[in-house]
């Protein structure tokens, strides 16, 4: 497995209004690409999410501007 690419998303959390960083990375492996999501919160509540992606979708995470991250959240 290889990384190609990763970024941080700035956040403010709703309820405390605290600033926050989600992480994105994206691998590919011999099957395609995986899209590996962190929420950025503390270990013992995290949200970590591992999406396989298409070469489309793939390419629309790479050129996504930083502003516009996160699509893949929902």
Do not use: T
Request: a negative charge; zero cysteines.
């Amino acid at each position: 497995m290889q990384m190609i690419a990763s970024r941080i998303i700035p956040f403010l959390e709703v309820q405390s209004l605290a600033p926050g960083n989600a992480l994105e990375a994206l691998f590919r492996d011999e099957k395609g690409f995986i899209l590996y999501l962190s929420d950025g919160g503390p270990s013992s509540i995290r949200q970590e999410r591992l999406i396989r992606l298409g070469v489309r979708e793939a390419l629309v995470w790479l050129h996504e501007a930083p502003q516009d991250g996160a699509s893949f959240w929902d």
